[in-house]
């Protein structure tokens, strides 16, 4: 008689039961599944939305501001902020309207700090409310881009398809192009007059 094989599927269902072992798959897969729509969330943030250049932007203005405020402060007494690390700090703590900055002593510092907040604050926030308009504006798109993103979504997850909808998907693909090739004879044709 033949021994059974020792796997890890047979050597876990035999050590924690089969119910558990169950149990524990559907677990596995179930994070498996949130972690990819949370990809999918992020990627789709960053490619639709203008996060990306916002944050850039906002990182950038906060460097150069705050090279100028300590440029500024620099050898003042009594001013707190002594380094450009400290420099970096009020910009933050500025900006966030935490209310935790110093003020700074020179008229000058005084003026681009005031400017930095205002600009800052409005990078800022205006990064969060865009991004999260664009986001939930996308599906008010046009029907085109929206049927676009529908087929690019369904090609992601083609593994998840089932064959219904793996045919659903191939039937929508060959009537978008058939009316595509149909687009261009009617433009070809339409053009053709008029280039005599």
């Known amino acids: 008689m033949e021994q059974p094989r ?19 798959l559907i677990l596995e897969t ?5 972690k990819t729509r949370f990809k999918r969330f992020i990627k789709d943030v960053v490619k639709h939305t203008p996060v990306v250049n916002m944050i850039f932007l906002l990182i ?17 007494e009594g001013s707190t902020i002594d380094s450009y690390g400290a420099a970096l700090y009020w910009g933050v703590a500025a900006f966030s ?12 510092s005084q003026l681009i ?3 930095w907040i205002v600009i800052g604050s409005i990078l800022f926030f205006g990064t969060i409310v865009a991004t999260v308009t664009t986001y939930f504006m996308r ?14 979504y369904n090609l992601e997850q083609l593994d998840d398809l089932s ?12 009537t978008l192009i058939s009316h595509m090739e149909r687009l261009k004879e009617i433009r070809a044709t339409d053009s053709e007059p008029n280039k005599k």
């Not at 179930?30 to 949130?34: I, L, Y």
């Not at 064959?163 to 060959?174: G, N, P, Q, R």
Request: charged fraction near 20%; glycine fraction near 8%.
């Open 139 to 152: 599906p008010l798109q046009r029907p085109a881009r929206k049927i676009i993103d529908t087929i690019e």
């Open 30 to 34: 179930s994070k498996m599944k949130r």
């Open 6 to 24: 020792i796997t890890p599927h047979n050597l876990i269902t035999k050590t924690i039961g089969y119910s558990n072992y169950s149990i524990f």
């Open 97 to 108: 309207t935490a209310g935790i900055a110093d003020t700074p002593q020179s008229s000058m």
């Open 60 to 76: 950038i203005l906060w460097l150069v501001f705050s090279a100028g405020l300590y440029l500024s402060e620099r050898g003042l």
């Open 113 to 115: 700090g005031g400017i």
């Open 163 to 174: 064959i219904d909808e793996l045919d659903l998907l191939k039937d929508t693909t060959d």
